[in-house]
């Protein structure tokens, strides 16, 4: 999930040799808008898995890549056809009845209400209840456990049966300086993370302290994301990913458990910001829960477009986005209960729609071309995780995967930026190809929000597949960094995985056009040459795609 304005996952090889710019696409704004004005509709019920929305979101992706000249390019079918789907099974837990959550410190019990004060995840380990009384709570620092840095904030402490409560993002965040490359976040710092820590520890349950600078949102995007229904991949062992409880406290709520505890938050952070920390279990404090929980398996789909290509059709360029939003939910201030998910990403969605139409209508390329509209990005990257363990088309032989997540609806800018650090060999050409159209190339200006693990092109990642994210710049031709800074503030504050975020006719979508057009001309060029890109040096991504290079001599 990105936050703002962002198109991830683009990758080519080597810069190319002549940079004269190339007739326009025929990227086509109007097109653009009319997508996500249907997407983005109340009828489509904000786009959830497993729902009627998604089945109205399916057959109108299906029907719009049939009109714009595509293939069928998903699962193989008993006659060797390919459907325009691809299977995704998921786990489905939901809460079902009210949450009970208290903690008690010194003998005093304290109730907290889901939603609020805390925001607690369906179980996701196929149990019918959640039953905790009474466990004890530790305090992990940021729930780290880093060998090759030398870190560890369990330091022998057994949390087995125990609640964690720990801090979100990286012990760098704060002071920008450190093991853990400063203000850009890791892996460490993501919440999936700290959940997958807690359950190979044995945790009862895990609670992440909710601070808006460092989780880079507001509680009430905590508060939307995961007091839903939840998805996960089926897993063989689900405990082995997950501890039993799952969620998020308000700061104010930990300030005060901890003060009980005789214990400083602010003073526990300084600490934890060093690899001398050591756990500090909270004497005389514990937490409960209880809750039922409603588990089953469905199955919910990728759609997959696909232009053969005409010399080499095993080598295969992606464009990928998520179809999917956060459905329906708690009513906001208004009433309103619908998160249509307009710019998060049915401006994504809209964009893999545009772009198959104008590749259609282009001489075919050397490659082939899919377009992946890939399901549950909002419940984990859930889709798109599937994908990359089932690939339709080998990962040794796929090029890249160019992934777009929330595109800019506020004009043009003179920028363009990369999503944190890639590490991969094309950054410097994203710049040589965006100063080639009068353009100039900005570093991502909030790595610490760690985007480059919150968005579909990860997974390719994981496996190998070099990506590297970019997205629209915040210098816009009509107001500058300021105006481009206090969009996506205002976005983020007040339509984030929110019911606000609703498409509308006053939006300017040159922006979106001239990034596309640049997003179009990489993938044609990468699909139209014999190179392949590769990940740096000290990439943790490399040594899985080097065990593949044979298949590409």
Aim: proline share 5%; charged share 25%.
């Amino acid at each position: 999930m990105r936050t703002a304005f962002a198109v991830i996952a683009l990758l080519c090889s080597a810069a190319p040799a002549a940079m004269a710019a190339p007739p326009t696409a025929g990227i086509d704004a109007a097109r653009l808008s009319a997508h996500v004005k249907v997407l983005a509709s109340d009828a489509f019920e904000g786009r959830g898995p497993a729902t009627e929305g998604e089945k109205k979101t399916i057959a109108y992706l299906t029907e719009q890549f049939k009109a714009a000249g595509v293939q069928p390019g998903g699962d193989l079918g008993k006659d060797g056809k390919r459907a325009w789907t691809q299977n995704v099974p998921l786990g489905r837990f939901e809460i079902k009845g009210p949450v009970a959550a208290s903690l008690t410190v010194g003998g005093q019990t304290q109730a907290l209400t889901q939603g609020e004060q805390i925001a607690i995840r369906a179980a996701q380990t196929n149990v019918d209840r959640v039953d905790i009384k009474d466990a004890p709570i530790v305090f992990a620092g940021y729930g780290v456990t880093a060998p090759e840095r030398n870190w560890d904030d369990f330091k022998g402490v057994d949390v087995k049966g125990k609640i964690v409560v720990v801090l979100i993002n990286d012990p760098d965040f704060e002071t920008g300086v450190g093991d853990f490359g400063g203000k850009a976040m890791t892996y460490y710092g993501r919440w999936t993370y700290k959940y997958e820590e807690a359950a190979r520890r044995g945790a009862a349950g895990l609670l992440i302290v909710h601070e808006t600078a460092p989780a880079s949102y507001g509680w009430a995007t905590v508060k939307n994301s995961n007091t839903n229904v939840q998805f996960d991949i089926v897993r063989k062992n689900p405990s082995d990913a997950h501890p039993l409880l799952e969620g998020w406290i308000q700061r104010d709520v930990a300030v005060d458990l901890l003060k009980k505890a005789g214990l400083d938050i602010e003073a526990l952070k300084k600490q934890a910001q060093t690899r001398d920390f050591k756990p500090v279990e909270l004497k005389g404090a514990t937490f409960s829960t209880g809750f039922a929980v409603d588990h089953q398996v469905i199955v919910s789909y990728n759609v997959v477009g696909l232009l053969p290509g005409a010399k080499r059709p095993d080598e295969t360029v992606i464009y990928s986005a998520h179809w999917d939003h956060l459905g329906v939910g708690a009513p906001d201030a208004k009433g309103d209960r619908i998160y249509n998910g307009a710019v998060d990403n049915a401006t994504g969605t809209a964009a893999l729609l545009e772009l198959a139409r104008v590749y259609a209508k282009a001489p075919r390329a050397d490659r082939s071309v899919v377009f992946l509209a890939v399901t549950a990005e909002e419940k984990g990257l859930l889709g798109s995780t599937y994908y990359a363990a089932n690939p339709l088309y080998p990962a040794a032989k796929t090029v890249a995967d160019i992934n777009m997540d929330a595109l800019d609806v506020n004009g043009l800018a003179k920028d363009i930026t990369a999503s944190g650090n890639g590490q991969v060999t094309l950054q410097d050409d994203l710049a040589a190809y965006a100063k080639a159209e009068g353009r100039y190339f900005t570093p991502d200006p909030t790595p610490e929000a760690g985007h480059f693990y919150r968005s579909d092109h990860f997974p390719f990642a994981k496996i190998g597949v070099p990506a590297i994210s970019i997205g629209s710049g915040q210098d816009l031709v009509k107001g500058g960094v300021a105006a481009g800074k206090a969009a996506e503030e205002a976005y983020n504050r007040d339509k984030y995985h929110q019911p606000a975020d609703e498409w509308s006719a006053d939006w300017d979508l040159s922006g979106q056009v001239a990034d596309l057009e640049l997003v179009y001309r990489l993938g044609r060029d990468l699909a139209n040459s014999n190179k392949w890109p590769g990940w740096h040096d000290g990439s943790e991504f490399k040594a899985t795609r080097d065990l593949t290079a044979s298949a590409r001599k």
